[in-house]
């Protein structure tokens, strides 16, 4: 855990952003590490319109103890990365689908949407404030940013808990896997895989991150299901899967039926990219996969491209700075 003094902070609010200028020790962070960067953005939906955004140094929010998202649970968030690219600028990668997405989750979750240009200019802004943070070409490493939203008005009565919102990436579908997730670490397993909740037959998705596999007949393959999120990565994974002449599949994936035709498999999304998988264990069936080649590739492939080492032919790449 690293976390910047705040007094010093405020001290660089006024200084000029430049790639890396916190110098941090670029080559010793690992995923998940926190630094609490110099501000960001915050937009307030008032008598049905968006302001125009504000600037927030201090890292916290006040909000009424009634406000919906403590009651409701009533509240969306996304994942992107910014990159420090080969040529010298700030990337950050297909933000045009995270819009989309949250766009989708906040008509679900009853919440006002944003316009596209919203959302992109205050992607922009937040990076272009923090720039100190983005780590230098090179490094292996990025700044993750988290836009979110939470319902901070207070309702005068009750509804009950909405259902079927799987492929909305809001807060409450992570808190189900907590205690399981928790029972499965100590047991010496990283991550729990689930089915779907009407059968248990059906492979739905990782704790927080979707499910691929490579099949042995060497298809890319990954479930079609409401009950799981849209994952932007898996998308992005899907096309260069084609561009690598791989058959792609959505589609229910039976998992006692299948598993032993999985060659590899993958746990997929925007903070680890692509996790390989080497074993799954259900009961007391150890079920285990080959040595990562395929999605190796595909893991340095999309890094590459995120990192402007390779071209980037789909479009996914906005520069911001």
């Not at 406000?67 to 009533?74: C, I, L, S, T």
């Not at 689908?97 to 006002?112: F, L, V």
Request: hydrophobic share 40%; glycine share 8%.
């Amino acid at each position: 855990l690293i976390c910047a003094d705040f007094a010093s902070i405020l001290r660089t609010m006024s200084k000029e952003q430049t790639v890396g200028g916190a110098d941090l020790d670029w080559g010793k962070l690992v995923f998940g590490t926190r630094v609490d960067t110099h501000c960001y953005i915050k937009h307030v939906w008032k008598d049905g319109v968006w302001d125009e955004g504000e600037m927030v140094s201090e890292p916290y929010i006040k909000m009424h103890v009634l406000a919906n998202v403590f009651h409701y649970g009533q509240a969306i968030f996304e994942g992107q990365k910014v990159f420090h690219c080969k040529d010298g600028k700030v990337r950050i990668f297909n933000d045009k689908m995270n819009h989309i997405r949250m766009s989708r989750g906040a008509e679900r979750m009853g919440m006002p949407t944003m316009s596209q240009e919203m959302f992109l200019s205050a992607l922009s802004r937040v990076t272009k404030a923090n720039l100190d943070f983005v780590p230098p070409y090179g490094s292996g490493a990025s700044l993750y940013l988290r836009p979110f939203m939470v319902g901070s008005g207070v309702e005068d009565y009750d509804r009950a808990a909405p259902m079927g919102v799987g492929q909305v990436k809001c807060a409450g579908n992570y808190a189900a896997d907590i205690v399981p997730a928790a029972r499965a670490k100590k047991q010496g397993f990283p991550v729990c895989l689930y089915l779907d909740a009407r059968e248990h037959r059906y492979v739905e998705e990782f704790s927080t991150s979707n499910f691929v596999a490579i099949t042995k007949t060497g298809e890319y393959l990954t479930p079609d299901s409401q009950s799981v999120l849209d994952s932007v990565t898996n998308a992005s994974l899907e096309k260069l899967a084609v561009d690598m002449g791989l058959k792609v599949e959505r589609r229910k994936i039976d998992f006692d039926a299948e598993v032993e035709g999985f060659k590899e498999v993958g746990a997929v999304g925007t903070g680890v990219v692509i996790t390989i998988v080497e074993s799954i264990t259900r009961g007391s069936k150890v079920y285990k996969f080959e040595q990562s080649d395929v999605l190796q590739k595909m893991y340095n492939k999309l890094r590459a491209i995120q990192t402007g080492d390779e071209p980037d032919v789909h479009g996914w790449m906005r520069e911001i700075a």
